[in-house]
């Protein structure tokens, strides 16, 4: 790996850091207006901050294996991009396109910047022998 990660690989980190500290907050809010107010259905309304909160800080993980260039780390990122698009495609649906829109264009982003050239030499050297690596 060179000394600095390549561009895409430090947007698709931060892209999937942003998802992971969205869903962390999103997660505590819940389990602390579950505690504080009063909701239909307590243990479900745990169950989703648990949920969230525990999907955030995997998310918050995958983000640091990226920044670090780490191999693994790719696959599950796509993965997140790719469970995250239908969720903003239902709120572009269920008239609450202000969350949506943003969402796609997360997705979209991290998606590109997760496949792009420099971001698969960073994490796995394809196709680039070592006299053509980059300094």
Same mark, same amino acid.
């Given at each position: ?17 942003? &998802?992971? =500290?969205?869903a962390v /907050?999103?997660? +505590? ?7 504080? @107010?009063? $909701? !239909? ?25 990226l920044?670090?260039?780490q ?5 599950p990122?796509?993965l997140?991009? &790719?469970? =995250?698009?239908?969720? /903003?495609?239902? +709120?572009v ?6 969350? @949506?829109? $943003? !969402?796609?264009?997360l ?14 030499l ?14």
């Amino acid at each position: 790996m060179p000394n600095r990660p390549p561009f895409t690989l430090l947007l698709a980190a931060a892209l999937e850091a942003l &998802l992971g =500290l969205v869903a962390v /907050a999103g997660g +505590l809010y819940t389990a602390v207006e579950t505690v504080v @107010g009063d $909701p !239909l259905n307590t243990t479900t309304a745990l169950a989703v901050a648990v949920l969230a909160v525990g999907g955030g800080a995997l998310m918050l993980k995958v983000a640091h294996g990226l920044y670090r260039a780490q191999s693994w780390s790719r696959s599950p990122a796509v993965l997140t991009q &790719l469970f =995250l698009l239908p969720v /903003a495609v239902s +709120l572009v649906q269920s008239d609450q396109p202000q969350l @949506g829109y $943003p !969402l796609v264009a997360l997705a979209v982003c991290a998606l590109v910047a997760l496949f792009a050239r420099p971001t698969g030499l960073a994490l796995y050297g394809m196709g680039e022998d070592e006299e053509e690596r980059p300094e």
